[in-house]
């Protein structure tokens, strides 16, 4: 029955979703909606999903389409707004106070790195997966994961006061 | 392959299995490991409390908003007509409290974080003092239960939202212990001044939650 479906695609992954869309867009209330969004839409659509193995990236793509059509919206208002007022996409305050170095690093981190790296150590995605999730080739996902580790480590090393990854 | 090729995987995929590496790779792998690690908790930010409650029950919401008019408007006639029957038929207690969570959907919604006093305040009214809450209080109104005025109130807890109706003695309403349709579960319980309804969408947390909760209640023995 499609309520116990739904019901069952929220226990299995609502939190990871939800964690996956934070860092997407760095801001709790927006990740929020986010989820909101693609559970909705996957209501509306559950009969599509045939294969249960494949809810999860079912899911995932639906949270990246949302967030893609917020940042179109974004764009937009820009356009009509004064650059001042628009600044939703920096670091959300709530969450640069108390955080742990390691977080405010994966933060700094470009979306194109953090991205995939997260798709892999939140739903431990393989890179060909990954692959086809962001609709980029094998090599690419490689490259960036090398960098975007490459970039936390040698962070993480330049300040060994404060680190716990050096030596 | 080169090291350098090497380095470059491992540091795409700490976790794969290398051949015989060397010392330094090794190394390098473990250091690796040991960053997805840290890497891993930081990325373990507290979900929202609430969040799955509020995500199975918005399924509903498209719809209900669409038709909110023609919607409130069946159930005014709904419970007219229950009103005028209650001679004869007598109003189950839980088909009111699951009718009731769906036609008041903005209790789900709220964010606000009342104060204890303030509910005290609301549920004075019954000479009920809630010493301390379970979680923290979303919502707290009072409405109509089929003609009775009860309090309306939304806890949201670790466990999730439980939403808790609070009838003074003279209700018409009929029926006890559990209740259940699809999405929710509810739980009532007579005490010595008021009833107490519990509904959440987990059947398995309303017993402890109940208990808590009476635990926590207090009415006064005027």
Redesign the interface.
């Known amino acids: 029955m499609s309520h116990h479906r739904y019901a069952a695609l929220i226990s299995l992954y609502h939190a990871d979703l939800y964690r996956y869309a934070f860092w997407l867009c760095r801001n709790s209330a927006t990740a929020e909606d986010l989820v909101q969004e693609t559970y909705l839409r996957a209501w509306k659509s559950l009969d599509s999903l045939l294969d249960a193995n494949a809810a999860k990236s079912w899911l995932i793509t639906i949270l990246r389409r949302e967030n893609a059509r917020r940042f179109e919206r974004k764009q937009f208002e820009i356009e009509q707004l004064s650059e001042e007022l628009v600044d939703d996409e920096g670091l959300n305050p709530e969450h640069l106070a108390g955080e742990s170095q390691i977080h405010k690093l994966m933060n700094a981190l470009s979306l194109e790195y953090r991205e995939p790296l997260v798709l892999q150590l939140l739903f431990g995605m393989t890179g060909e997966e990954i692959a086809s999730t962001l609709e980029l080739n094998l090599n690419t996902v490689n490259t960036r994961l090398f960098r975007a580790r490459q970039q936390l480590r040698d962070r993480l090393t330049a300040q060994p006061f404060t680190g716990a990854h050096h030596g | 392959m080169d090291e350098l090729e090497l380095r ?2 491992l ?4 976790k794969q299995v290398l051949v015989n590496p060397s010392e330094q790779t090794e190394k390098l792998q473990r ?2 490991q ?3 690690g ?8 507290p ?2 409390p609430g ?2 409650d ?3 029950f ?2 509903k919401q ?1 719809n209900y908003r669409r038709f909110a008019l023609a919607a409130s408007i069946a159930l005014v006639s709904l419970m007219s007509f229950w009103g005028l029957q209650q001679q004869q038929y007598s109003v189950n207690l839980g088909e009111h409290a699951l009718a009731h969570i769906r036609h008041e959907v903005r209790a789900f919604q709220s964010n606000e974080s009342l104060p204890l006093p303030a509910v005290n305040e609301l549920l004075a009214e019954f000479g009920g003092h809630l010493q301390e809450a379970s979680g923290t209080v979303r919502y707290a109104r009072f409405c109509d239960f089929e003609g009775t005025r009860s309090l309306h109130l939304v806890f949201d807890t670790e466990e999730g939202l439980f939403t808790v109706f609070v009838l003074p003695k003279h209700h018409e309403l009929q029926g006890s212990g559990e209740f259940a349709d ?2 929710f579960a509810g739980l009532t319980t007579q005490l010595a001044k008021a009833d107490v309804v519990v509904v959440a969408s987990h059947l398995q947390q309303l017993q402890p939650f109940m208990q808590k909760l009476v635990k926590q209640i207090q009415f006064a023995h005027s």
């Open positions: 470059r995987r540091f795409a995929d700490p250091e690796l040991q960053l997805d840290e890497l891993y908790k930081a990325l373990q930010v979900v929202p969040l799955a509020r995500l199975l918005q399924k498209p699809q999405d």
